[in-house]
């Protein structure tokens, strides 16, 4: 009796070990591309911004995603470098609400101007503009990171209008997405 009790403790053990590595394994389907930005890479200057001494094209960089997962009934999508010396990092970009049928978007997306499909707005950036922000780390300072991340959520809208911050859609869309999918790209001046 006791051996297997002994059987029967390992057994959930390692059930409860390894299921949730297998959920995620079998969740971490998504995959994310772009013709402007490239994993580890020194970003162009198309995506730098202009003002705050940079001097780019602002510009948001292509993306194509695909593998959501079921269920996927909008996207969120976010620009972040958690490099950014405020104690809280730098939201670039924050668009919430695209439909679950679009699964790429063209560089400039980001735009304050840009023709969002749906109920799909931008939230307000860190540079307090309702658009995509690039990239402009201080002079000097090492190349900082930035943090492409599209998003599965199970939800059609966020509860939220467009005062609201990066951080906050950073919240909701950490804490429900079914999946996510992100491009790290660099840079430093």
């Known amino acids: 009796m006791k051996n297997l009790m002994r059987k029967v403790t390992l057994s959930a053990i390692a059930t409860a070990i390894v299921a949730p590595m ?42 194509k995603w695909s593998g959501a997962p079921e269920g996927t009934k909008s996207f969120v999508i976010t620009a972040y470098d958690p ?6 990092g730098w939201w670039h970009w924050a668009l919430v609400n695209l439909p679950a049928d679009v699964s790429e978007l063209p560089e400039g997306a980001g735009a304050i101007d840009f023709d969002l499909p749906g109920d799909a707005f931008n939230a307000r ?11 402009c780390p201080p002079e000097g300072a090492a190349p900082h990171r930035y ?20 951080a906050l859609v950073g919240y909701f869309a950490n804490n429900t997405a079914l999946d996510r999918t992100s491009i790290t790209a660099r840079f430093g001046r």
């Open 22 to 63: 297998m959920l995620s394994a079998a969740s971490a389907d998504m995959l994310l591309s772009s013709d402007d930005i490239v994993e580890g890479q020194t970003m162009d200057q198309a995506q730098v911004f202009s003002g705050f001494g940079c001097d780019g094209g602002n510009l948001s960089p292509s993306l």
């Open 83 to 88: 490099d950014a010396p405020t104690g809280s």
């Open 125 to 135: 950036n860190d540079y307090s503009v309702n658009a995509f922000g690039g990239a």
């Open 147 to 166: 943090i492409f991340t599209v998003f599965a959520m199970p939800q059609g809208t966020l509860p939220i209008d467009r005062t609201a911050s990066g």
